[in-house]
């Protein structure tokens, strides 16, 4: 590309790029404009003067934020970085974006709900998180809405893939290891790919750039809001694993016994029910994403 068309591509800031979010996006933000990942070791979110410094410097076009406190059980004897990355951060980087005028993309959690509704959760379900990990999600949700600035926060749910700390990849270790495993069935959701995340991201992405260069200027001020980005249809953490070891090691797969969650004591509560309906991002962007099982399959045979 000459330099001259270099000079007139957005840029495009991305946080946590080792991440398995992260990761994906900078794949799939290729040839959106000039997309710049940092890790933490360039970007520490838990420093908010390194935040702004950063922001600054760069002037991005649109920030994404895939970054976050993800240990969900370390998180309940760690309120304090778990507030740093998931809840203080997130303002820090929208108070930034609003100066900036610029767009932010941010990630969020079917966490932030209870798990006692007895259907999937829309966006203007109430709130109420059960653990660490989901208030400090929703505090940087919150603080995001309140800096004024054009934002697209995503919630999604049972990320994985095939790289970083996941159940994906616990579940083909175990699998290989052992001849019986016993997985919670009474929580449901939807596992979600990075892949896919990162994919419907890329193209929101391009249709609000699109609409920018055609002299749309309210294009992200009209859509900023919460949407729901998981794939569609749910399973059990059960379930999930019978695929994976399915799809993975076909007879070989080791028998999977269903048990309760109280069966499996960990530090932080889930919800029961984590389904998030996609009907508002399908409205509003037209994206229909992949089933949990189609997406499952791509994942493994990448």
């Given at each position: 590309?000459?330099?001259?068309?270099?000079?007139?591509?957005?840029?495009?800031?991305?946080?946590?790029?080792?991440?398995?979010?992260?990761?994906?996006?900078?794949?799939?933000?290729?040839?959106?404009?000039?997309?710049?990942?940092?890790?933490?070791?360039?970007?520490?979110?838990?420093?908010?003067?390194?935040?702004?410094?950063?922001?600054?410097?760069?002037?991005?076009?649109?920030?994404?934020?895939?970054?976050?406190?993800?240990?969900?059980?370390?998180?309940?004897?760690?309120?304090?970085?778990?507030?740093?990355?998931?809840?203080?951060?997130?303002?820090?980087?929208?108070?930034?974006?609003?100066?900036?005028?610029?767009?932010?993309?941010?990630?969020?959690?079917?966490?932030?709900?209870?798990?006692?509704?007895?259907?999937?959760?829309?966006?203007?379900?109430?709130?109420?998180?059960?653990?660490?990990?989901?208030?400090?999600?929703?505090?940087?949700?919150?603080?995001?809405?309140?800096?004024?600035?054009?934002?697209?926060?995503?919630?999604?749910?049972?990320?994985?893939?095939?790289?970083?700390?996941?159940?994906?990849?616990?579940?083909?270790?175990?699998?290989?290891?052992?001849?019986?495993l016993r997985v919670v069935a009474d929580q449901t959701g939807a596992p979600t790919w990075s892949n896919t995340i990162a994919m419907a991201t890329a193209h929101i992405m391009a249709q609000g750039l699109t609409a920018q260069r055609l002299g749309d200027s309210g294009w992200w001020c009209e859509r900023s809001?919460?949407?729901?980005?998981?794939?569609?249809?749910?399973?059990?953490?059960?379930?999930?694993?019978?695929?994976?070891?399915?799809?993975?090691?076909?007879?070989?797969?080791?028998?999977?016994?269903?048990?309760?969650?109280?069966?499996?004591?960990?530090?932080?509560k889930r919800p029961a029910n984590s389904r998030l309906a996609g009907d508002k991002l399908a409205d509003t962007f037209g994206l229909r994403l992949p089933t949990w099982d189609e997406a499952l399959r791509l994942c493994l045979t990448q």
């Amino acid at each position: 590309m000459r330099e001259g068309a270099m000079e007139n591509q957005p840029t495009i800031l991305v946080t946590g790029v080792n991440g398995q979010v992260g990761y994906e996006l900078l794949r799939s933000l290729q040839g959106l404009g000039r997309v710049i990942g940092l890790d933490r070791a360039a970007l520490d979110l838990s420093d908010p003067d390194q935040i702004r410094r950063v922001a600054r410097e760069v002037r991005p076009s649109v920030i994404v934020n895939p970054a976050a406190y993800t240990a969900v059980d370390k998180a309940e004897s760690d309120l304090d970085g778990a507030m740093r990355l998931n809840a203080h951060a997130p303002g820090i980087l929208a108070e930034e974006a609003k100066r900036l005028g610029a767009p932010l993309i941010h990630y969020s959690t079917d966490y932030v709900f209870d798990g006692m509704k007895d259907a999937p959760y829309v966006e203007t379900d109430a709130t109420n998180p059960q653990n660490v990990y989901g208030r400090t999600k929703l505090e940087g949700e919150q603080a995001i809405a309140a800096s004024g600035c054009d934002y697209l926060i995503l919630r999604t749910s049972w990320v994985y893939g095939r790289r970083g700390k996941n159940f994906l990849l616990t579940m083909l270790r175990l699998g290989a290891e052992r001849s019986e495993l016993r997985v919670v069935a009474d929580q449901t959701g939807a596992p979600t790919w990075s892949n896919t995340i990162a994919m419907a991201t890329a193209h929101i992405m391009a249709q609000g750039l699109t609409a920018q260069r055609l002299g749309d200027s309210g294009w992200w001020c009209e859509r900023s809001g919460v949407y729901n980005l998981t794939s569609r249809d749910a399973t059990s953490w059960h379930g999930f694993t019978e695929a994976i070891l399915d799809m993975s090691m076909g007879d070989q797969a080791p028998k999977v016994l269903p048990i309760s969650a109280s069966e499996y004591p960990v530090p932080a509560k889930r919800p029961a029910n984590s389904r998030l309906a996609g009907d508002k991002l399908a409205d509003t962007f037209g994206l229909r994403l992949p089933t949990w099982d189609e997406a499952l399959r791509l994942c493994l045979t990448q």
